[in-house]
């Protein structure tokens, strides 16, 4: 998010979208910005695949399968979504003709 959230402040400012392009002060760190997704992510999958469940009360947020479900789905998207982000510097140049 932080190489979103800079953009987005300074558009909300009223700077031009065209000087936005040239920020890219973030840009050299990008790899670590895609090593702490990954971590994150990684950390995400071993806590809802394979760490071991724990004891849930009946009425606990654990008990329903629906929330789990949620979790999935919404760890899954943010896969996609990072996968995206780290492939789009590599794809766009096939689309764009460049």
């Known amino acids: 998010s932080s190489c979103c959230i800079l953009p987005l402040v300074l558009f909300a400012l009223g700077v ?3 000087w936005i392009g040239n920020v890219t002060v973030l840009a ?7 090593v702490a997704a990954v971590a ?4 995400g999958f071993f806590r809802v ?3 071991p469940r ?3 009360a009946e009425d606990a947020t654990c ?5 789990a479900r ?3 789905i919404a760890l899954w998207a943010a896969t996609v979504l990072v996968a ?12 764009i003709g460049a």
């Open 28 to 34: 050299p760190y990008q790899p670590y910005f895609v």
């Open 63 to 67: 008990a329903r399968p629906a929330s």
């Open 40 to 43: 994150f992510l990684g950390a």
């Open 16 to 18: 031009s979208g065209a």
């Open 84 to 95: 995206i982000a780290v492939a789009f510097p590599y794809v766009a140049p096939l689309f």
């Open 49 to 51: 695949y394979r760490r």
């Open 70 to 72: 949620l979790v999935k």
């Open 54 to 56: 724990a004891a849930c």
